[in-house]
C-alpha cells in the first residue's frame, strides 16, 4: 500500500505543479490527471461537463481548485466502486 500512496501523491504533485501551485489542481489540470491517469474509471473524463460536476462534488471550500484531500474523495469512491464495496 505504502507504493500505491507514493504513487498517488507523487501523481498529484506532478499534474498540480503544471500552471503554478504544487499544492492544488486546477480544472484543466484535474481534467488532464482524469483523463490520463483514469480513463477506465471515469466515464466521459473528455467532456468539460463531467468534470464540471466532479469538481463541483469535491471542491468542498469552493475555491476551483483541488487540494490533495479533495482529490482523495474521488480516489476513495473509485476505490469503493471498483472493490464493489
Do not use: C, R
Not at 499544492?23 to 471515469?42: D, G, R, Y
Amino acid at each position: 500500500m505504502e507504493s500505491a500512496i507514493n504513487v498517488l501523491v507523487s501523481q498529484f504533485k506532478t499534474y498540480a505543479g503544471k500552471d503554478g501551485s504544487a499544492k492544488t489542481l486546477s480544472k484543466e489540470e484535474f481534467q488532464s490527471l482524469v483523463t490520463s491517469q483514469l480513463p477506465n474509471f471515469i466515464k466521459n473524463s473528455s467532456d468539460p461537463a463531467t468534470i464540471d460536476q466532479l469538481m463541483s462534488s469535491l471542491d468542498a471550500n469552493n475555491d476551483g481548485e483541488l487540494t490533495f484531500l479533495e482529490f482523495w474523495q474521488l480516489i476513495g469512491n473509485v476505490a469503493n466502486q471498483h472493490g464493489g464495496f
